[in-house]
Nanobody
């Protein structure tokens, strides 16, 4: 059974950092990709970052480039998202998803999703 579970969300002040983790099970992560998405209240879910587990290529939304870093986690079958210099507009529920997308930021390209973790950036 394919499962993804996000962790690491919370409340942080502007300029602060958080590290999200996506724990996966039920499939071989080596041959698929993991995307991070976020959804703020009243807005559509948007792609944040993606890592291709096969070749290690990474992709970022322009809004988070140079602030966020996606990587394979130290724990087996995990993918982390290091978020630095956080801004209030980064506030959202963050989701990880697994798939083999041709267009990494399109939600319909992903097969399974985690339940999400809340990130709130506020003073």
């Amino acid at each position: 059974q394919v499962q993804l579970v996000e962790s690491g969300g919370g409340l942080v002040q502007p300029g602060g950092s958080l590290r999200l983790s996506c724990a996966t099970s039920g499939f071989r992560l080596d041959y698929l990709g993991i995307g991070w998405f976020r959804q703020a209240p009243g807005k559509e879910r948007e792609g944040v970052s993606y890592i291709n587990s096969d070749d290690g290529r990474t992709y970022y939304a322009d809004s988070v480039k140079d602030r966020f870093t996606i990587s394979r986690g130290n724990a087996k079958n995990t993918v982390d998202l290091q978020m630095n210099s956080l801004k209030p507009e980064d506030t959202a529920v963050y989701y990880c998803a697994v798939g083999n997308p041709s267009t990494w930021y399109m939600t319909y390209e992903y097969d399974s999703w985690g339940p999400g973790t809340q990130v709130t950036v506020s003073s």
